[in-house]
């Protein structure tokens, strides 16, 4: 399971197709549209919103899952562009039991946001007002309408009935009988991709094949375990991806936890190490820190250890996958946050408070990190060539801090945004555990 361990934008989507050339099943568990999963092939980049990576890969099946709320009409279009560009080598599976999520949701979902916003600006969340929020509400309020459902016309006609009479309130509704002839068209076109998933995976893991969970959003944006209320509406965490695949816990091996070396976060919501001025502009530049989905320009700031930690326990996670380390290259040294000084004066390390206004609140208690050279293109052929080995020193101990940090090993380090720039770490090199668990709960 590949996971991302902070607000989003890791670079999953790169770890993801690493790991993908040892799959022969990937799964998408949860989220929408919200979601851009950004690949640089050598032949150009892909962002994926709604299909899982595994589609990029020759004998490679890509499951969007069940745990998903999915746009039936951009889902076509994807597919549809993959086949332009001659991109599309996997197989294609999208399950039964995701969600469709309508154009009324993207209309609700800015009705929304804006009502939250009317009397008090900071109260918006800031969505991607792509419409997942209110599917997933629709999901939980029993009012949805299911991928698998498309090819029941009558069944689909009968659930939007209930759906428009829910939501008469809404400006600029599509005429009904529109919508269900245009859901009736796009289910056709989908009908072949559409089916039991869950059935097909434990199949597949019967046969003891290997099955790479892709997780969207991130762990500071989990609907419970997140900033609340500024968080996205699904569970993004390894519990709430193994509902999302249908797949038991009991088949998992690993968690892989993405991390960047600093940190970003798109949208509202409390974000401590947040840089607004030079530092943070510097971020973003270099970083490229523009959201693939809204194109809106990343908040940025740096790695923040109290919640990385939290997002270690709460998602068990056996490994890290470090990213962008090539973005922080060629700095003297730069911060890192440790804990946090609460406005009473006491210090939090392990988990962050319950409110997001205190979290706003905290003031990151940093440790400055000496820096590693520029990753220029010849640093980059040694790293590709010898792998780990090629790795500076400096960088090596930063690896070696976080592992002691937060008790889980660095597998993976990403020091650019191609396909083949991703070092693996021999487990033996990095001290499996620092003081660990035990040491925070004290
Ligand atoms: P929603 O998921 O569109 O409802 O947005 C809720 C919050 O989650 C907003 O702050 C979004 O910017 C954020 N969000 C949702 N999906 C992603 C993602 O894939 N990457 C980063 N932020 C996201
Ligand atoms: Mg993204």
Redesign the pocket.
Known sequence: MVLGAQ???EAKGKISDYLSAEARYVVRSG?GP???HTIELPEGKVVLHLLACGVLRHGVTGISGPGMVINPFQIRDEILDLERRGLRRGEIVISDRAHVLLPLHELE?AWEDDLRSKGDPAAG??????G??PAYEDRYGRWGIRMGDLSRPAIVKERLALLYARKAHLPNLPPMEELAGRLAEVGGALAPYIRSTETLLWDALGRGESVLIEG???AL?DIDFGTYP????SHPTSAGAMMGSGIPPTELDSVVGVTKAYCT?????PFPTEESGERGEFLRRVGGEH?A??GRARRCGWLDLVLLRYAARLNGFTSLAVTKVDVLGGLDSFPVCVQYRMPDGSLLRDAPPLQASDLAAATPVYEEIPGWPEVHERLKERLRRDGSPALPPALRRFLEFLTVETGVPVEYVGYGPHRDETVHLDPTTVPRRGPGLSAWSG
């Open positions: 607000f989003g934008d989220g919200n979601t851009g979902d969340l800031g969505t991607t007002r792509r997942v929020g969207a959003q991130s944006l500024f968080v996205t509406s976060r798109v949208g509202a919501g959201g989905t809204t």
